[in-house]
């Protein structure tokens, strides 16, 4: 079993950045590929972006290439993700995701889930 955390969350303004940070426990993170979901009241979670065990690989959802990026240091065992050029549309509570089996493509391949934290961005 995998426990995440999520960390780095608060409130920015449109325009501004903001870099989550996920946890994980355990001794074989190398092992599991990771992502990032995003969910706001009355809406599905939403795929945001994964990387691969190696980190070697990368997807991004469409409404955020360009300006989020996903790494991992498998040493630390921690995944991060670096958002740039926030928009209001941005905000939502942001998941961190593990799965033991192929890179994360929806929320259905996901075996491991944080807590969230959540990301609030002003106009």
């Known amino acids: 079993q995998v426990q995440l955390v999520e960390s780095g969350g608060g409130l920015v303004q449109a325009g501004g950045s903001l870099r989550l940070s996920c946890a994980a426990s355990?001794?074989?993170?190398?092992?599991?590929?990771m992502g990032w979901f995003r969910q706001v009241p009355g809406k599905e979670r939403e795929f945001v972006t994964a990387?691969?065990?190696?980190?070697?690989?990368?997807y991004y959802t469409d409404s955020v290439k360009g300006r989020f990026t996903i790494s991992r240091d498998n040493a630390q065992n921690t995944v991060y993700l670096q958002m740039n050029s926030l928009k209001p549309e941005d905000a939502a509570a942001y998941y961190c995701?593990?799965?033991?089996?192929?890179?994360?493509?929806?929320?259905?391949?996901?075996?491991?889930w944080g807590k969230g934290t959540l990301v609030t961005v002003s106009s």
């Open positions: 995701a593990a799965s033991s089996g192929r890179t994360i493509v929806n929320r259905f391949s996901v075996d491991y």
């Open positions: 355990g001794r074989t993170f190398s092992s599991y590929s």
């Open positions: 990387i691969s065990r190696s980190g070697g690989t990368t």
